[in-house]
């Protein structure tokens, strides 16, 4: 059974990494995809910059911030695994829409502690680019 982290309506699923069941995100960011553009302006020209859309889509990293819990950090390791982000399933679905992608945790921060306030941390999830991010509707 894959490990299943809940937030906002969202889940974040992978099925080899380990980090608590408990977990609760906060906030999972949105993932953000680039187009490189170059510019192929003629030195001619005086008034617009004309530009030319390559192939290449770059992925940035997802952030997720999470209550934290010292006796369970973030999975830190350097081997992607793949990551299904799900969707809340809109009126007369069943299930919800997916992004999915491989990628590895990146970063983490066990956040601040102040005495009598809630500790929050935060993990950057990159996604390498190899296999998706691949998304499909809901049903």
Do not use: C
């Not at 999470?66 to 299904?84: E, G, K, L, R, Y």
């Not at 929050?120 to 509707?137: E, H, I, N, Q, W």
Request: proline share 6%.
């Amino acid at each position: 059974m894959p490990t299943r982290y809940d937030g906002a309506g969202w889940t974040l699923t992978n099925a080899t990494e380990t980090w608590d069941t408990a977990i609760r995100i906060k906030s999972l960011g949105g993932i953000k995809r680039t187009r490189e553009v170059y510019d192929d302006t003629p030195l001619a020209e005086v008034d617009i910059a004309e530009k030319v859309f390559a192939t290449i889509v770059e992925v940035d990293s997802i952030e997720i911030e999470f209550f934290a819990d010292p006796d369970a950090p973030a999975p830190f390791t350097n081997a992607p695994s793949t990551w299904v982000m799900t969707a809340p399933a809109k009126t007369g679905q069943t299930n919800g829409a997916t992004a999915t992608f491989t990628g590895a945790l990146i970063e983490e921060d066990q956040g601040g502690k102040a005495h009598g306030s809630r500790s929050m941390s935060r993990a950057v999830l990159m996604p390498d680019g190899k296999t998706g991010p691949t998304f499909a509707a809901g049903s």
